[in-house]
């Protein structure tokens, strides 16, 4: 006589170690905030720290999602609105405290319109149940622009141990961006036809 597989329940689901981490990225993202109300360098490498361990996360709960077959509805969809609060959160405290500013700010709206444009392609698409795969360069553009902020995030703290670190965070945005304007058109170039025959 067989055992009936037991399936974990949606409420084991939504407390599985993916989703935690899932759960503590958005923790992370108020913490990170917070860190720019205090001056100092300690509050700058609190921050980085929080941004790191943050970004780790990122790639660790979909790996073990994958890995221990735990993916969820929830996850899914939490995933994505984890990673774009962490990256619109610092990128609106650096331009608040002026570490991004000038042309810079170009960039970096360009990263949040990409961002919004995207989630709202994906989510129409999704309507339609239509998949748009991540590519090689969007991951890419993903690790570039995760660095920029780190190097950014850092700041004067990060001068005062790396001449020129906020130099390199900000070449390292436009190049981000620039990876940013090329994938979106990807995701739109791949999502036209169904938007056209709706």
Known sequence: MSETPIRPTQRSIAWSLPNLLTYGRILAVPALAFCFYFPGHGARWTALAIFVIAALTDFLDGYLARAWQQQSRLGQMLDPIADKLLV?????????????????????????CREILVSGLREFLAELRVSVPVTRLAKWKTAVQLAALALLIAGPAGEAVLPGTVLIGLI?????????????????????GHLMAD
């Open 88 to 112: 619109a959160v610092s990128l609106l405290m650096m331009a608040g405290d002026g570490t991004i500013g000038g042309w810079s700010m170009i960039a970096a709206i360009i990263i949040l």
């Open 172 to 192: 390292s945005l436009w190049i981000a961006a620039t990876l940013t304007l090329y994938t979106g058109y990807d995701y739109f170039r791949a999502g036209i």
